[in-house]
C-alpha cells in the first residue's frame, strides 16, 4: 500500500536512490513504445530507463509524478503480480498505470499529458490493477509500455545492470517502514 502524497516524499527516497539510472536515447523509437513520446521505463531489477528528452519537456513536477510513478511498479510488485494473473502484458500495463495514475493525481501530483487514467477506461477510481485489467481488456486505449518493472517488458529491453532481488527486497522494506511512519489517506488498494 502506498502512500502518494506530496508530504511522502521519505516514503519514496529508498526507491527513488535504489534505481540505477541508465540513459537510453531515442528510448521511445527504439522500442517501439506508442502513445506520447519521450518517455521513462523501469525494469525489474530496479534500472530506470529514461529519454534527455522526456526530461527536457516535462516540469520538476511531471518529472517527480513520473518517478513516483515508475517506483510504484516496483513497490507493488506488478511484474509479478502480472505474471500470477495472467493474461496480456500491454493491457495489464494499462491496468496498472490506471492503479498507480488515480492514486498519483489524488495525491495532489501533476502527470504528464496523455497517460491514462481509470475513466478512460470507463472504470471507478481505487481499484485494484486486476480489477481494472477487466476494463481495459475491452477498451484499450494505447499501448505504453513502462517495462518489465511492470510487468511489460520494452522489446529488446536492454540487458542492463540493476539490483538483486534481495536488494529490491530492502528496498521495499525501506519504503514500507517510512511508509509506516505516515498516516496517510489514499485507499488501502
Given at each position: 500500500?502506498?502512500?502518494?502524497?506530496?508530504?511522502?516524499?521519505?516514503?519514496?527516497?529508498?526507491?527513488?536512490?535504489?534505481?540505477?539510472?541508465?540513459?537510453?536515447?531515442?528510448?521511445?523509437?527504439?522500442?517501439?513504445?506508442?502513445?506520447?513520446?519521450?518517455?521513462?521505463?523501469?525494469?525489474?531489477?530496479?534500472?530506470?530507463?529514461?529519454?534527455?528528452?522526456?526530461?527536457?519537456?516535462?516540469?520538476?513536477?511531471?518529472?517527480?509524478?513520473?518517478?513516483?510513478?515508475?517506483?510504484?511498479?516496483?513497490?507493488?510488485?506488478?511484474?509479478?503480480?502480472?505474471?500470477?494473473?495472467?493474461?496480456?502484458?500491454?493491457?495489464?500495463?494499462?491496468?496498472?498505470?490506471s492503479e498507480l495514475n488515480d492514486d498519483i493525481r489524488n495525491g495532489g501530483w501533476s502527470l504528464p499529458g496523455g497517460c491514462v487514467f481509470p475513466e478512460r477506461l470507463g472504470a471507478p477510481e481505487?481499484?485494484?490493477?486486476?480489477?481494472?485489467?477487466?476494463?481495459?481488456?475491452?477498451?484499450?486505449?494505447?499501448?505504453?509500455?513502462?517495462?518489465?518493472?511492470?510487468?511489460?517488458?520494452?522489446?529488446?529491453?536492454?540487458?542492463?545492470?540493476?539490483?538483486?532481488?534481495?536488494?529490491?527486497?530492502?528496498?521495499?522494506?525501506?519504503?514500507?517502514?517510512?511508509?509506516?511512519?505516515?498516516?496517510?489517506?489514499?485507499?488501502?488498494?
Amino acid at each position: 500500500h502506498c502512500l502518494i502524497t506530496h508530504g511522502s516524499n521519505a516514503c519514496f527516497e529508498a526507491a527513488l536512490m535504489g534505481l540505477v539510472r541508465v540513459e537510453v536515447e531515442g528510448l521511445s523509437e527504439s522500442f517501439g513504445i506508442v502513445g506520447q513520446g519521450p518517455t521513462m521505463a523501469v525494469t525489474k531489477s530496479y534500472a530506470l530507463l529514461y529519454e534527455r528528452a522526456a526530461v527536457a519537456r516535462w516540469s520538476v513536477e511531471e518529472i517527480a509524478a513520473v518517478l513516483v510513478h515508475e517506483v510504484g511498479h516496483l513497490l507493488r510488485r506488478h511484474c509479478e503480480r502480472g505474471g500470477a494473473h495472467g493474461g496480456d502484458s500491454a493491457v495489464w500495463n494499462i491496468a496498472t498505470d490506471s492503479e498507480l495514475n488515480d492514486d498519483i493525481r489524488n495525491g495532489g501530483w501533476s502527470l504528464p499529458g496523455g497517460c491514462v487514467f481509470p475513466e478512460r477506461l470507463g472504470a471507478p477510481e481505487g481499484l485494484t490493477a486486476e480489477e481494472y485489467y477487466a476494463f481495459a481488456e475491452s477498451k484499450v486505449v494505447y499501448v505504453h509500455c513502462c517495462g518489465s518493472g511492470a510487468g511489460n517488458p520494452l522489446p529488446n529491453e536492454p540487458d542492463v545492470p540493476g539490483r538483486t532481488e534481495g536488494e529490491a527486497a530492502r528496498i521495499r522494506c525501506r519504503c514500507a517502514a517510512a511508509i509506516a511512519k505516515h498516516a496517510g489517506k489514499v485507499p488501502g488498494n
